[in-house]
């Protein structure tokens, strides 16, 4: 008995593949015609996403949940789908419904994501807590923490929290990068230097690092150095729009700064001119 269930499982599973290639039309509907369980349905619903056939997929994750409204990770997929396509509310009632089965690291994140992308920043914050209090060694949770912390302006807990995520995981640079981030916003800026310089060394294709460094340097006034960095940044994307916004910017302000130092030079050389002609110098 035991094998031919697994027999059927397999059956429904290639039955739906097969049925989503020759009917794409129905991409409204689960393609698996016999009845099945949860935990199948959601199965065909993953191997759909891989697919990239997130409708198709939504529809099978929703046929499992009328299976079993409770079941955790069909209301996670759905959820999770439901935050990509900006169907928030949706997204945060699968999300909260299976938190109310099940306490767990995924449904909080996905939850806490969810609330950064409506722009409840707070919420996010709390939820990325949440995770923490069930693992406290999770480095992206300790990572997302900061990008919210950041949305709400809370640099300084920003940074700690970006710290706590470089502890637990020193070689990742995104770490770092999001690091100098913070510190500048505090007005650190001596050490948001070496921190994108630290995510720099570890990735050198780190497109970003390149270009936060390099914005870093032209509000400071290193106009030279910012140049530098920002080409380093458009070398590896040449339609990186915000390097190629902030190169022509510094290319001005080291223009301007050309000119004020000939200015500077050519009114020496008429203050020496003129001591000259009244006989001040020889």
């Not at 269930?5 to 739906?16: A, E, G, Q, T």
């Not at 409204?69 to 419904?97: F, M, N």
């Not at 190629?244 to 203050?271: G, P, S, T």
Request: charged fraction near 30%.
């Amino acid at each position: 008995m035991h094998k031919t269930n697994k027999k059927l499982c397999f059956f429904n599973v290639m039955s739906f593949l097969i049925l989503v290639t020759c009917h794409s039309n129905k991409a409204e509907e689960c393609p698996v015609k016999i009845s099945a369980a949860a935990d199948e349905l959601t199965k065909a619903g993953r191997i759909l996403l891989k697919n990239n056939q997130e409708s198709v997929a939504r529809a099978c994750f929703s046929k499992a949940l009328q299976q079993n409204p409770k079941y955790v990770p069909a209301l996670l997929e759905l959820g999770t789908l439901e935050s990509k396509s900006r169907d928030y509310i949706d997204a945060v009632r699968h999300l909260s419904d299976a938190l109310q089965q099940e306490l767990s690291t995924a449904a909080f994140n996905n939850l806490a994501i969810v609330y950064q992308d409506m722009g409840a920043h707070v919420e996010a914050v709390r939820m990325y807590r949440r995770v923490l209090n069930i693992d406290e060694d999770d480095a992206s949770a300790y990572y997302n923490l900061g990008t919210a912390l950041e949305k709400i302006s809370d640099f300084k807990g920003a940074s700690k929290a970006y710290r706590q995520a470089i502890e637990l995981e020193p070689e990742e640079a995104k770490y770092y990068n999001n690091l100098g981030g913070s510190l500048a916003g505090s007005n650190r800026t001596d050490v948001a230097e070496k921190s994108y310089k630290w995510a720099i060394k570890l990735d050198p294709r780190f497109v970003d690092a390149y270009y936060n460094l390099g914005n870093l340097l032209l509000g400071l006034g290193r106009v030279e150095e910012a140049i530098a960095q920002l080409e380093a940044a458009i070398k590896l994307k040449p339609d990186h729009s915000k390097a190629n916004v902030k190169l022509a910017d510094a290319r001005k302000a080291l223009e301007k700064k050309v000119e004020a130092f000939k200015a500077e030079v050519d009114a020496a050389i008429d203050k020496a001119q003129k001591m000259i002609d009244r006989g001040e110098l020889r």
